[in-house]
């Protein structure tokens, strides 16, 4: 075993536990609009929801079992959009976390279930092995200005996909010719793409996140589809995710990385 095989079966590994988790992936058993119970009454969720401008209103009494901030709650509290990890979440039913979050300005709840079905019958990630044919080395090329593109999202609608801050195109060697794959750069300097293959749909996914290394001082990096991972709505429908912008849709077969669930 090569020092780079092991370090993607390590990657593998961890990425196994990390979606599996009580809070991972998924976990989600339903994201609720508020704007859909004006009444306050979420099925299955105790208490009275209401959006009040930039928080949401959580009312319930003792006997409904929900606390905040680990506390019984029993009258009225405030909640601002939860942002830090699951685990950490304001609002819990037990062993469940209720995340309060927005999107474009609407409220809504996200139950985190540990006793989730999909999560009960997880049995793994489907990825393949190991190739160093796959690990490419790329040059990151920022845009000049900033650009952002509308694309398709995985709940139908379509949404700017800033590629931020520092857009840019890590040119790279694949399948005997240039290519470029539109990219974001991550707050670490790191790189964050979205593309599909020829396998996307078909033995694969629909599309994948695939990640490179922070550039470095000259804008080398490594473009690696051996850690391509499958993107969050691969595992629960509650996520929202942009398909691949224009240019980074391969008529090649990219066969490694993540493909499906087992």
């Known amino acids: 075993m090569t020092d780079a095989s092991g370090q993607w079966k390590q990657w593998h590994e961890r990425r196994t536990e990390t979606v599996s988790a009580p809070y991972g992936p998924l976990a989600p058993t339903g994201t609720h609009w508020l704007a859909d119970y004006p009444d306050g009454r979420i099925p299955d969720i105790p208490g009275s929801w209401a959006a009040d401008g930039d928080a949401v209103l959580l009312t319930a009494a003792t006997s ?47 139950d985190y279930d540990p006793g989730a079905p999909a999560r009960r019958a997880f049995r793994g990630i489907a990825a393949t092995a190991y190739d160093p044919d796959w690990s490419v080395p790329g040059r990151f090329a920022p845009y000049r200005e900033s650009r952002t593109v509308r694309v398709p999202n995985a709940d139908g609608r379509s949404r700017g996909l800033a590629l931020a801050g520092e857009p840019a195109e890590p040119a790279f060697e694949l399948g005997g010719e240039r290519r470029t794959l539109k990219a974001a750069r991550q707050p670490d300097g790191s790189l964050w793409a979205v593309f599909a293959d020829a396998t996307s749909g078909d033995g694969g996914f629909r599309f994948r996140f695939p990640y490179a290394e922070a550039p470095d001082a000259g804008g080398l990096t490594t473009v690696d589809f051996n850690r391509a991972p499958l993107p969050p709505c691969a595992f629960a429908d509650d996520f929202v995710c942009p398909f691949p912008p224009p240019g980074n849709t391969f008529g090649l077969a990219i066969p490694a990385g993540e493909r499906t669930l087992l």
């Not at 942002?83 to 037990?94: F, N």
């Not at 976390?97 to 999107?103: D, F």
């Open 64 to 110: 409904d079992g929900l606390t905040v901030d680990g506390r019984p709650l029993d009258g009225r509290v405030r909640l601002e959009a939860d942002t830090g990890p699951v685990e950490s979440a304001r609002v819990a039913l037990g062993g469940r976390r209720l995340v309060v979050l927005v999107r474009e300005g609407a409220w809504g709840v996200r």
